[in-house]
């Protein structure tokens, strides 16, 4: 069975300062990564995916992620955050099917 | 682009009635679409998937005869609450993929059920 584990449930950062966002994963083969953000009372906005090939991606918002099979993650990084990327933040794994882990919360202090 | 509409974005309901909510896929055709439930600082729990012409896949301890999905056309999947209870308020959120195209899921932006 595959499943997600996001284990900071919440983080808080100053404007400007660095952010990760971890993201472990349980799949057999090597999964499908994702990882998706979702503002308050909204859906769901793709920030990048990892499918094959170089295990550093970058998406939108100047997002960047690492996959690294030996550890099992998928983790997220930003140099520097933004007031606008408060958000909740999930990553997502499809193996058999998309399961999503449960979520980290970004807070941003100004 | 690949846009995902539903609608209504915000419903309340009396206990006992049913409401049916829309996703449809603005700018593809989708042959599959899914159904999530969101609860409040939770994560998306996958309710079942939609496959257009055919029954829907119900993931484990899901209803089929409480949460109705149809999926008539390419473009078009409903869900559909019966005799919905208090229980039953949450986000629902349907994702859409494009017929033939990789596995990446593109969100609508949810429809908050409220049952009173």
């Known amino acids: 069975a595959q499943s997600v584990t996001q284990p900071d449930i919440h983080i808080t950062v100053s404007e400007g300062a660095s952010l990760e966002l971890r993201c472990n994963y349980s799949?057999?083969?090597?999964?499908?990564l994702f990882w998706y953000v979702q503002s308050p009372g909204q859906g769901l906005q793709l920030l990048l995916k990892?499918?094959?090939?170089?295990?550093l991606v970058q998406g939108i918002k100047g997002f960047e992620a690492e996959f690294k099979r030996s550890q099992s993650s998928f983790n997220l990084r930003k140099p520097s955050v933004h007031w606008s990327d408060a958000a909740e933040y999930f990553c997502?794994?499809?193996?058999?099917?998309?399961?999503f882990g449960p979520g980290t919360r970004l807070s941003v202090l100004p | 682009g690949a846009v995902v509409s539903q609608h209504p974005s915000w419903v309340i309901c009396k206990s006992g009635t049913s409401v049916k909510i829309e996703c449809r896929s603005l700018?593809?055709?989708?042959?599959?679409m899914f159904w999530y439930r969101q609860f409040p600082k939770q994560s998306l729990m996958l309710m079942a998937t939609s496959n257009e012409g055919s029954k829907a896949t119900y993931e484990q301890g899901v209803e089929k005869d409480k949460f109705l999905i149809n999926h008539a056309s390419l473009t078009l999947s409903t869900l559909t609450v019966t005799s919905a209870h208090p229980e039953d308020s949450s986000f629902y959120i349907c994702?859409?993929?494009?017929?033939?195209?990789?596995?990446?899921?593109?969100f609508g932006p949810g429809t908050r059920l409220t049952v009173t």
């Open positions: 990892y499918f094959s090939g170089d295990t």
């Open positions: 700018d593809f055709q989708a042959t599959t």
């Open positions: 994702s859409a993929k494009k017929t033939g195209v990789g596995t990446i899921q593109y």
């Open positions: 997502a794994v499809y193996g058999q099917n998309f399961v």
């Open positions: 799949y057999g083969a090597t999964p499908y």
